[in-house]
């Protein structure tokens, strides 16, 4: 019997053809493109580190002596360097190349987790948050460039949802990690065996972005005032309703912990448990979101996000039992639904040739608009603690509204 006819052979071979088809199909049905893998990747083992400390780091604050109003001025500072990073770290992207920038961002956050881990009082804390903001806002760019790069448009938004859950699998994981480290150490103490931990693993990042391979194109020579004279009229009114959304989250996303453990006294075990919930809702309306969004369009998933984004501060502040606490953060992690429909139809609407900054310029825009989000919201708090929810609750339900008249179907589908 020849080889070709041996039954152990052609079924090994059937085996090994079958396996290969699996394969190719989940890598095609979840756009698993080598760079985009890579990026995600690198997004899923920082944030591990970086989800171990960040959610409890008003409590940090808080324990190194800072006031109310100084962790609601923490939050406007987060969202300033959110804001002035993204042009530049899209600028990066596009005149170093994406590998080169990832580099530099990874290593300037590794900075900062060093100035957090070494920080004597909360002052200190301003100065580690502008460097650790690098890889948060200034990799947001390359990455946005790297999808749109590799992927075509009708598989974009599954790229991105690949990249969000990557991203939110550490939030689900690592609080419950980080409120046991400061349950059984501390406040300070459990951060800064976090941080250490978050320190090894920039390490282990810095190795897979080395790995990806897009080259560097020549940079266009454009101005940031020619880059935004690029922008499709519906890229721009989509950031108008962003910027609205984005100011109700930022007005109560520092205070939330202060709310749910001073105002409903749960404990900070629970809080890292809600977040979890928070992650896993998510999670779970990813994939069939991005999915459905790649075929059907973008526009009732943002419109989903966006109501979403309004009715979770209000849910907080009316919760009466811990089912009902529950329940809120479930509307939390459907604040997600349509995040990757929502970034793919940034991609869509931007120039190829200004991919990156156009991705920065926007985002510039967007954050610099919300930077005195937290402040108010912390300032809101001296009034009454469920004042900054309500107004929050209430610039969420505009933001939908103007999203839903103002950006077309045919732009957004």
Known sequence: MSERNDPLIMNETATIEQASTLRGKVVDYLSLERNVSIASAAVFILGLG?????????????????????????????????????????????????????????LLASAGYLVYLLSPSWPFLFVGLALAMAWQSMASPAIFAIIGDSLPRERRAMGFTLQSILKRVPIVIAPIGGSFLIASFGVITGIHVGLLVTLVLAFVTVVLVSRINLTANALHATSIVGVWQTFHAALKRL????????????????????????????????????????????????????????????????????????????????????????????????????????????????QDNVRARSVGLYYLVRSLSITPAALVGGLLWGIAPEVPFIVAGVLGLIGTFVFAITVEEKYAG
Request: proline share 4%; aromatic share 12%; with cysteine.
């Open 50 to 106: 970086e989800e171990l400390w960040k959610k409890f780091l008003p409590k940090y604050l808080e324990a190194l002596g800072a006031s109310t109003p100084v962790i609601g001025l923490f939050g406007t500072a987060k969202d300033f360097f959110d804001a002035v990073y993204q042009y530049p770290g899209g600028w990066i992207a596009d005149r170093l190349g994406r590998r080169r920038a990832f580099l530099i961002f990874v």
């Open 239 to 350: 950031l108008v309703s962003d910027v609205i959304i984005r100011t109700c989250e930022g007005m109560t996303g520092v205070i939330t912990i202060l709310y749910i453990t001073n105002v409903q006294g749960l404990t900070i075990k629970q809080y890292g448990t809600l977040v979890a919930i928070q992650m896993i809702t998510s999670i779970l309306v990813y994939i069939p979101a991005g999915k459905i969004a790649d075929r059907v369009g973008r526009k009732p998933f943002v419109i989903a996000t966006f109501l979403s984004f309004a009715l979770f501060p209000l849910a907080i502040i009316t919760a009466s039992s811990f089912a009902l606490i529950i329940l809120a953060f479930v509307i939390g992690g459907l604040r997600e639904i349509g995040e990757p429909a929502r970034k793919a139809l940034i991609v869509d609407l931007a």
